[in-house]
């Protein structure tokens, strides 16, 4: 199996709370079924910063971590 890298960094991570943490209260205030979208991407957004690797980020050859040779267990 192939071992994943890093690719989110410090400052994009806290970001990542922020802003899923932000979405998903948004969600969660708004009884509109159409907000149940920005839940999922706040969900997206706190999993991705919280495994500090972000798949969209992998396909388009972005690592804002800066180390290349940082290794998370598969």
């Known amino acids: ?6 690719n989110v960094g410090g400052t994009e991570q806290t970001v990542r709370f922020v802003l899923g943490a932000i979405l998903i209260m948004t969600a969660a205030v708004s009884f509109h ?4 979208i920005l839940g999922l991407i706040g969900v997206y957004a706190l999993a991705t910063g919280a495994m500090r690797y972000c798949p969209i ?3 388009l050859k972005r690592n804002s971590h800066g180390d290349e040779g940082v290794e998370m267990d598969a």
């Open 57 to 59: 980020n992998a396909m």
């Open 33 to 36: 079924p159409s907000t149940a």
């Open 1 to 6: 199996m192939k071992r994943k890298h890093h």
